[in-house]
């Protein structure tokens, strides 16, 4: 044999080319399609519902259905739920639930009008409005953390407590703020853009943001394990009553930010801003598939139940029937979903 048919002894058996060699055998389950899908399999079955709803619209009323002013309508609206429903799904995650919300709406929202009604520039009165969102978080968080209370009954009592608090200040009166609309906080979130609601780009920049809060960063994995077993969170070292307090801050920012938003949108500030949202957003994280028994949640289901939950009522008036079927099928569309999500996921707790 000649020297340079031998092989090198001293080369690794590995790197020896092996003529009927076969690829490393992969299971199906292991596809990257696959893997998409059992991962958000909640969001994929949420969007499933809604296609299969604006369909059954779509061939109700074509014409209605096909022309861009429904659109842009419920666009200009939906931007408020999103503020909402995506800290919600924190809360709900971390085994909570804050029914507090629509009046925090109000309560941040009055100030962001009394600043700018004083002649002050908007931007400092959104920044009011979201401190004052911030500490009505964070007391709705000690009462429910370190008051040891219901956070259903805690925020349930804080609701009435802000919004009669409200009522009491303003003896029911609404402010008007004329000048909101010249000023360039109201140009930047509150106009269109090629006929776009620009405040869909930044609930939509939001929504993003959130999710990679949720699922990429170490707070999103705290509350999902505080959410699943307080008591390993706490041997795992982490502090559960901050994280707790802090979802709850979560709301009362995100609350802020959507009573600022329908403040500008309608140049006016109502003493029952807020009111008309609380069962169409917890409708819309549920629907979005974050279950109640908390560990597990999603933000991206949560904001596709916020656009489903949307065009319910809009959807059912376009497509010719009265706006008495509207909770019929409010409670036809959660009903459906909740069914789907608990056939298409394990219950943990």
Known sequence: MSKTMEPDLHEPAASIPRPNSQKEWKHPSDHWMRGFIL???????TLGVFIIMMAVFLIANPIVFTTWYLYSSVLTTLPVALFVVVPLVFVVTCGEIDLSFPATMGFASWVFAVV????????????AAVL???????LVGSLVVYGGLSSLIATLGMNFLLRGLIQIINEGKSTALTGLADSSAYKIFSSQVWGIPVQIFWALAFVVLSAMLYNRHRFGAQV?????????????????????????VFVGIGAAIAGTFSVMINSTWWPTAGDGYLLPVLASVFV?????????????GGAIGAVTVSFIQTGVVAAGLSGFYVQFFNGLIIILSLLGHKWNQARYR
């Not at 974050?290 to 933000?299: A, F, L």
Request: proline residues 5%; glycine residues 18%.
């Open 39 to 45: 991962d958000n399999r909640a969001s994929l079955g």
């Open 116 to 127: 700018v009604q004083a002649g002050y520039d908007p931007f400092l009165g959104i920044a």
């Open 132 to 138: 004052t969102g911030t500490l009505l978080g964070f």
């Open 224 to 248: 999902r394990v505080v959410g699943d077993n307080p008591d390993s969170a706490q041997q795992m070292g982490i502090d559960v009553k901050r994280v707790r307090v802090k979802v709850f």
């Open 288 to 300: 979005g598939g974050t279950p109640t028994w908390g560990g597990i949640g999603t933000v991206a």
